[in-house]
């Protein structure tokens, strides 16, 4: 599941389809249709399908239509790539302990948004990618996978943001190899 531009979501795919990581990406569920993860899903050969938020008068319509599009494959995980809206319970309950969550913080720091420009402005000397299992929290489950990195002050925001999505991308591979060997 993917709002954006879905640079994590293509690191995984491809990671699937080499035999790197031991799964079938089944679907994307995305919630905007012009984010850039459908062009990438498009080229990758993987089926999409978009719950338009902005088409919904209530969040609970939203809710429930998204929670009838992942069950519909009958998916053993659910993997979330910067996926902007918070599930509800209910979602959450359907698919307990099979949700999995990139964050890139070194959690339980900075949970929630911005977490990469927090840790750029309080002038932290060491930031990280974690994944985790999803729960009623935000960013508080159990974590996978942790991984730090140097702020390397010498250089700018743009860089640092670059390191941490290559790292990102490393992680949530090894990450997902931990857990379907
Ligand atoms: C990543 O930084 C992830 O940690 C956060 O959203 C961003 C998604 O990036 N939750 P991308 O769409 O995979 O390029």
Known sequence: MASG?????EAIVKACHC????????????DKPKAFV???????????????YQSFTYRSEFEDQLLRA?????????????????????????FKDKIINIHPSLL???????????????????SGVTVHYV?????????ILQKSLEI????TFEDFC?????LEHQVYIEALQKILK
């Not at 531009?5 to 979501?9: I, L, Q, R, W």
């Not at 990438?40 to 978009?50: F, I, M, P, W, Y």
């Not at 729960?135 to 974590?143: C, F, L």
């Open 5 to 9: 531009n879905g640079s994590n979501f």
């Open 19 to 30: 035999g790197q990581i031991n799964a079938q990406p089944v679907k994307l569920i995305g």
């Open 38 to 52: 459908f062009e990438r899903a498009k080229t990758l050969g993987v089926d999409s399908e978009c719950i338009d």
């Open 70 to 94: 992942c069950k519909k494959d009958g998916p053993d995980y659910i993997v979330l790539a910067g996926f902007m809206k918070i599930l509800p319970v209910q979602f959450i309950h359907n």
């Open 108 to 126: 339980p720091k900075y949970p929630g948004t911005k977490a990469i420009e927090k840790a750029w402005a309080n002038d932290d000397s060491v």
């Open 135 to 143: 729960d009623e929290g935000v960013d508080t489950g159990k974590i």
């Open 152 to 155: 390397d002050r010498t250089k």
């Open 162 to 166: 670059q390191q941490m999505h290559a």
